[in-house]
């Protein structure tokens, strides 16, 4: 079963301007490069309402969020 597709709201690093669909009353979403979150590592925990989420990169340089 594939996942409903959301519009995406990003601003290119530097232009300011809205990547994707049109403003559909959402907030732009800010842009975090993965580097920037895992700093080196190869894991790190996110918080999110009280619970940690762990967000680990493969050897394939892929991204694998878990509770």
Known sequence: MSQPTLPLHVSPPGTG?????????????TVIDSAQLLQGRK?????????????????????????
């Not at 990547?19 to 979403?29: E, N, Y």
């Not at 894991?43 to 050897?59: A, F, K």
């Open 43 to 67: 894991e790190v925990v996110l918080m999110h309402q009280g619970q940690p989420y762990r967000l680990q990169l493969t050897r394939a340089g892929k991204l694998i969020l878990t509770k």
């Open 17 to 29: 301007q809205p990547l994707g669909a049109g403003d559909q009353g959402h907030a732009p979403a």
